[in-house]
Nanobody, 116 residues
């Protein structure tokens, strides 16, 4: 089993920056990919960014060039640096991990609100 705990959400003005973090615990060595998803009110959960253990990353088109995902395998932490934030980035951001056996794990979510 893997447990994921997010932190770092909050309120930020349009154009601002925010970094969210996710610490993994439990069966750490079973984790291959980690990433971030988000869900806005009335919308489906969508992929934001993923990173696999060797460092390859993938981003949603809507965040490319603005968001950066990174991973610290020593601290068992994945980060999402969000720059040039827009109101449409407002959502609950969920940390996700997938094991080598393709089991999925989710954090409890952290709210990010972009508003003036």
């Amino acid at each position: 089993q893997v447990q994921l705990v997010e932190s770092g959400g909050g309120l930020v003005q349009p154009g601002g920056s925010l970094r969210v973090s996710c610490v993994a615990s439990g069966s750490i060595l079973s984790i291959n990919a980690m990433g971030w998803y988000r869900q806005a009110p009335g919308k489906q959960r969508e992929l934001v960014a993923t990173i696999i253990r060797v460092g390859s990353t993938n981003y949603a088109d809507s965040v490319k060039g603005r968001f950066t995902i990174s991973r610290d395998n020593v601290k068992n932490t994945v980060y999402l640096q969000m720059n040039s934030l827009k109101p449409e980035d407002t959502a609950v951001y969920y940390c996700h991990a997938q094991s080598w056996s393709r089991a999925d794990y989710w954090g409890q979510g952290t709210q990010v609100t972009v508003s003036s």
